[in-house]
C-alpha cells in the first residue's frame, strides 16, 4: 500500500511539473493581466461562409546545414495549422480580445496548403529538404533563394507561395517581399528555423509559429500597425495610429499617439502569445492582394489534394501539438479524451470532417482513444 502511495505520489508530481514546463501560456498570460480573464470571455460570431474561402499553395524549402536545422514535418504541419487558424480568427486568444477592439476582428478566409505536385507534375509533399554548406545566411540577403549561393530556386512565384526556412544570422526573425517590391525570382518569405512551427519545449517569445504569421501578412501587402509612427499610413483606419513597435506582452491598455494601441495585432511586435488578430482592414487588404497582385495563387492545380488526405496517410490524427482541431480519418464517431493520470476527461464527437474540438480543454498532455487505439498529443 505504501508504494502505491509513493508512486502515486512521484506520478503525481511529475504530472504537474511536466504540465508546467510544457505549457505555460494561460498561467502566464494570467499573471501579466495581458487580456482579460475568462469570466468576460466571450465567443465571437464568426462569417463561417467567409472561413477557408482561399487556397493559398505553399511550399516550404528546409536549407539545412545540420540535423537541428532539418526540422520535422510535424513541425511544418503545425505552422500550416497556426497560420490557418490566425487566418479565419479561429485561434484560442481570439475571444480575450479586449470589447474596444471585438467588432475590428478580420477574417482573411485563406486556407494554406502544402503543395501536392512537384513542378514536374510527381507527387510531392510540399516540404523540399535542401542540404547547405552555408552555416547560416544573412537576415534580409537573398542567398538562401540563389542555388548559386548556397540557397534553393524558386518555385514558380505566381502560382507558389514559396517559404524558406534556414538558419539566419542575426536577429532577423524572418522577412518577407511585399507584392511589387521585387523581382518574381525574390519573391517570398523567408523565416528562421528557431522560429518556424510550433515548439513549446522551446523557451522563446517567438515558439507559436506567430513570426509566419506576420510575415504572410507583409506578403499579402500588410504593413506595421506603427508604420511611419502615429499616421494613418498603414491605410486602415481600424487599427490605431501608434509611434513605435510594442515589444513583450503588455496588458490592456497601452497609450500611444493619444488612443489604445492594438498592441495584440498581428502586425506589431508583441511576443507570439500575445498576438491575436488580424483586423477587416486587414483582411481586406490581403484579400485584394490575393485577387489582384497575386492572382496566381488561386486555384493552383498541385493544390487541390487536402491537406488533410495527406497527413491521414501518415498519422492516425493531426496536429500535435493542437489548439483548437483534431483531425481524425473518421467522421461522427466518439473518441475518449484522457489525463496523463489515466483520467477519462471526456467524451467528445467528431463532427462530419473528422473534427474534434478540443478548444476547451486546458493546456496539456492528454491521451486520445479511438477504436481501441491510444495516441498521445498536447493541448497548447
Ligand atoms: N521583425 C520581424 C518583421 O518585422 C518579425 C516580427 C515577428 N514577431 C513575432 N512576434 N513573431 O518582419
Ligand atoms: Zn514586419
Ligand atoms: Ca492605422
Redesign the pocket.
Given at each position: 500500500m505504501r508504494i502505491l502511495y509513493v508512486l502515486i505520489f512521484f506520478v503525481s508530481v511529475n504530472t504537474c511539473l511536466s504540465q508546467k514546463n510544457r505549457c505555460s501560456t494561460d498561467e502566464y498570460r494570467a499573471q501579466l493581466g495581458v487580456f482579460k480573464t475568462t469570466e468576460t470571455n466571450h465567443t465571437i460570431d464568426l462569417d463561417i461562409a467567409n472561413i477557408n474561402e482561399h487556397t493559398i499553395p505553399v511550399v516550404v524549402h528546409i536549407l539545412y546545414n545540420d540535423a537541428s536545422q532539418n526540422i520535422s514535418d510535424e513541425r511544418v504541419y503545425s505552422q500550416i495549422e497556426s497560420l490557418n487558424n490566425d487566418y479565419n480568427a479561429l485561434n484560442s486568444e481570439i475571444n480575450n480580445i479586449p470589447d474596444q477592439f471585438i467588432d475590428e476582428i478580420g477574417q482573411v478566409g485563406f486556407n494554406f496548403c502544402l503543395v501536392q505536385q512537384d513542378p514536374n507534375g510527381n507527387s510531392f509533399s510540399g516540404i523540399n529538404r535542401v542540404y547547405t554548406d552555408v552555416e547560416s545566411f544573412q537576415g534580409f540577403s537573398d542567398s538562401m533563394k540563389k542555388s548559386n549561393e548556397g540557397g534553393v530556386d524558386p518555385w514558380d512565384t505566381e502560382t507558389h507561395l514559396n517559404i524558406w526556412v534556414c538558419n539566419l544570422s542575426g536577429n532577423?526573425?524572418?522577412?518577407?517581399t511585399m507584392p511589387g517590391d521585387v523581382s518574381d525570382e525574390l519573391d517570398g518569405v523567408v523565416i528562421d528555423y528557431l522560429?518556424f512551427g510550433i515548439d513549446i519545449s522551446f523557451i522563446s517569445?517567438?515558439n507559436l509559429g506567430?513570426?509566419a504569421t506576420?510575415?504572410i501578412g507583409?506578403y499579402f501587402n500588410l504593413e506595421?500597425t506603427f508604420y511611419a509612427g502615429c499616421s494613418d499610413w498603414d491605410e486602415c483606419d481600424d487599427t490605431p495610429p501608434t509611434s513605435s513597435p510594442t515589444y513583450g506582452c503588455p496588458s490592456y491598455p497601452q497609450t500611444s499617439c493619444m488612443t489604445n494601441t492594438m498592441t495584440m495585432n498581428f502586425m506589431d511586435?508583441?511576443?507570439?502569445q500575445c498576438?491575436a488578430m488580424f483586423t477587416q482592414c486587414q483582411a481586406q487588404r490581403m484579400r485584394n492582394c490575393l485577387l489582384n497582385n497575386r492572382s496566381g495563387l488561386i486555384n493552383n492545380y498541385s493544390c487541390t489534394t487536402s491537406i488533410e488526405e495527406s497527413y491521414l496517410s501518415s498519422n492516425s490524427f493531426y496536429p500535435n501539438p493542437a489548439s483548437n482541431f483534431l483531425n481524425i480519418k473518421e467522421s461522427h464517431v466518439f473518441v475518449e479524451i484522457f489525463d496523463v493520470m489515466g483520467r477519462k476527461i471526456i467524451e467528445l464527437k467528431a463532427n462530419q470532417r473528422g473534427q474534434i474540438n478540443i478548444s476547451k480543454l486546458n493546456c496539456g498532455t492528454y491521451f486520445l482513444k479511438l477504436q481501441n487505439k491510444t495516441k498521445q498529443f498536447i493541448k497548447i
Open positions: 532577423t526573425l524572418g522577412f518577407a522560429y517569445p517567438y506567430r513570426t506576420h510575415e507583409h506595421h511586435y508583441t511576443d507570439d498576438m
